[in-house]
């Protein structure tokens, strides 16, 4: 089987996903770009990690794009993708663990104030706040996929007491008014950009706090900033953002309410993630099922 491997990498990124794959799958010949242009006809499937608009065009025999993103949102937006084509997304346990161990950060940070004990330690201040427990705090989770309930099965046990929100037709209003912090897992889709606005912040309990782990487009920047001057919502745990990485200059660096981390809630691992990729491209080869099939009339 022969695998276009291409993408947003770097030549080191590269290697290391090629040593990964051609360990999992040994009997598959990998290709680069140039490879592919050269012997279009010869290309049976990609491995793709967001690739440049129109790397996926002209390849007449391929039967899966598997992709190293478990969000497709950015290669979906290429208008040339061969439209017969299966598309799967990456669903790799190891990664949905690391997704549940920042949002587990996160809650555990704004629960117990830790977030504002480190801008106290920067002032040299020394003050101590009221203790609240873990059963104290309800929190909401947009979106019950692999990240979404991952991380409801990391809060779970600890006490938190936990709604999800999922795509089944449930009104959000009612679930927003009953979040102390709410963390965002959705996958971005014609239906959820922009939709953590002005009504959506509005919708919640004075002094709750928005984590977003899924993507910056969810947010409208200038309606998080001024729920967050005036006081309404207590913090901001941002991971993701409209441009990355954040420009130089942008609010959210220094906002005293934000906590900036730079597209590190849950990276892709090689070890794990080339398996479940090899699993998928050995099924597309022999005719069998292919998982984590991308819904693309849902765009997820
Ligand atoms: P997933 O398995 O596809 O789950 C998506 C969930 O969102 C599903 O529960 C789905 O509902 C729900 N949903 C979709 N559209 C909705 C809508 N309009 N209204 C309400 N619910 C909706 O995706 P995943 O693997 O959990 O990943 C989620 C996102 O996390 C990715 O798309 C990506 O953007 C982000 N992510 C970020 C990082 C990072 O490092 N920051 C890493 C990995 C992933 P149903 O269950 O009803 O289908
Ligand atoms: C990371 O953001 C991913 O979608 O895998």
Redesign the pocket.
Known sequence: MKVLLCGDMDVAETAQWHDALAAALPEARWLDMAAARARPAEVQAAVVANPPPGSLQGLPHLRLIQSL?????RLLADATLPAGVPIA?M?DPA??AA?AETALWAVLSLQRDFFVYAQQQRQGVWLQHAQRRADDLRVLV????????ATVDRLVPLGYRVMG????GSALAPLLAQADIVIN?????P??RGLLDARFFAALPAGAAVVN???GAHVVDADLLAALDVGHLRHAVL??FHTEPLPAGHPYWTHPRVTVLP?????TDPRSAAVVAAVNLRAARDGRPIAHLVDRQ?S?
């Open positions: 993103w478990a969000g497709v949102d997304r669903v990664m949905s997704m947009l979106g019950q996929g692999a990240m979404g309930r929100w999922r795509r089944d897992l959705l996958p971005l889709t239906e959820t782990l899924a993507r991971d993701v597209h590190a809630a849950a990276a849902r997820y």
